[in-house]
């Protein structure tokens, strides 16, 4: 079977970039290089095509009761308006995916699970939504989705959709949906619609100086600021305690999962920490990770930080901030301490 691709991949083509399979999609790694476009989103203003994201749409008068149901956050907290990143569990607090929750109206919610997720979590909902009145809708075949991101991407927005948005909230025109969202920690939006438009936004946004993003800055720029990424810092066999993420719960509501959470809250178990190495070296996810001489994990996430020309990453372990490890590359014990995140 052959890869997805999104309606701008013939633009990624044409531009030089390189294809890589990505979750089942042919998707641009890098345009002009990873460095040089890290910069551009740190410094200026960068665009990313991430129309291979879902949308999960949820409508009915029980809504906001079923989502709360089916993920860590409490919904009757959120209004019209309002974007929440939370996690949706399994009965054992197991991570399914992380999601942002869109509130477009209490009855009418959109979810944006992550590519390889989205029928996964369109299945989950339907097998748990027999007792709620709600309808839902996979449409990720039907919308785009671009991340605008960088210190300069909310002028070339209001020049763009003369609009502007506020971190983690919604605007709409008809079809369309801007976010004050994204995934590198720099200021800047998520524009969300149907697919036939994705052309004009793209273009629109690049003549106006929009440098064109891969997957590959969007890597480094997300780990520089600790952000998990699916099926690698979570796997389906780590909860949100272990991930660090508590923070997403509201404890105060029954969810899927949440009587496994708390079994373990109080307990002592080891949790996602910032690994900085300490000498010249890049590390990678899959690099063994020893303490006193003894291997006791791997990394999930590793990278050359093209702020800190620093090797950074992620592992799982019982260790202590500012404890020294050594880190396994190619035969060589790089030196390094966890630390707290995000590194910037």
């Known amino acids: 079977m052959s890869n997805k691709r999104t309606p701008l991949f013939n633009h ?44 999960i749409f949820v409508t009915g008068p029980e809504t906001v009761e079923f989502l709360s149901h089916v993920t860590t956050w409490d919904m009757k907290r959120q209004t019209k308006g309002d974007c929440r990143y939370c996690h949706i569990l399994d009965e054992e607090g197991h991570i399914i995916d992380d999601t942002i929750a869109y509130t477009l109206s ?14 996964d979590i369109y299945d989950w909902f339907l097998s748990n939504s027999n ?21 300069e991407a909310p002028r070339l927005l209001g020049q763009h959709l003369n609009t502007s948005v506020g971190s983690f909230q919604l605007v709409s025109d008809g079809e369309t949906i801007v976010s004050g969202t994204g995934y590198t920690g720099e200021k800047g939006c998520e524009i969300i619609g149907p697919l036939n438009e994705v052309v004009t936004h793209w273009e629109a946004l690049l003549e106006m100086g929009a440098v064109p993003v891969g997957l590959g800055a969007r890597d480094t720029l997300r780990l520089e600021k600790g952000y998990l990424l699916s099926g690698q810092d979570f796997d389906g066999t780590q909860t949100t305690l272990e991930t660090g993420y508590s923070w997403v719960i509201d404890w105060n509501h029954d969810f899927i999962g949440k009587e496994a ?35 006791i ?3 999930t996430s590793g990278t050359l930080s093209p702020t800190l020309r620093r090797g950074i990453g992620m592992a799982y372990t019982e260790l202590g901030i500012n404890d020294s490890i050594t880190v396994k590359v190619r035969g060589n014990n790089l030196n390094g301490r966890v630390v707290r995140m995000p590194f910037l």
């Open 12 to 55: 990624h083509q044409s531009s030089g970039a390189k294809i890589v399979d990505f979750a089942g999609w042919d998707m641009p790694i890098q345009y002009s290089g990873i460095l040089a476009e890290h910069k551009a989103v740190r410094e200026n203003v960068g665009i990313f095509d991430v129309s291979h994201m879902g949308q």
């Open 106 to 119: 209490d009855e009418k919610y959109m979810l944006v699970p992550n590519a390889s997720k989205v029928d």
């Open 131 to 151: 007792n709620f009145k709600v309808n839902i809708d996979n449409l990720s075949e039907n919308y785009f989705c671009l991340a605008l991101q960088g210190p």
């Open 261 to 295: 959470l708390l079994k373990i809250k109080n307990t002592n178990y080891s949790k996602l920490c910032g690994i900085l190495i300490e000498e010249r070296g890049i590390i990678r996810p899959g690099n063994e990770l020893s303490y006193e001489g003894n291997p």
């Open 297 to 299: 994990s791997k990394l």
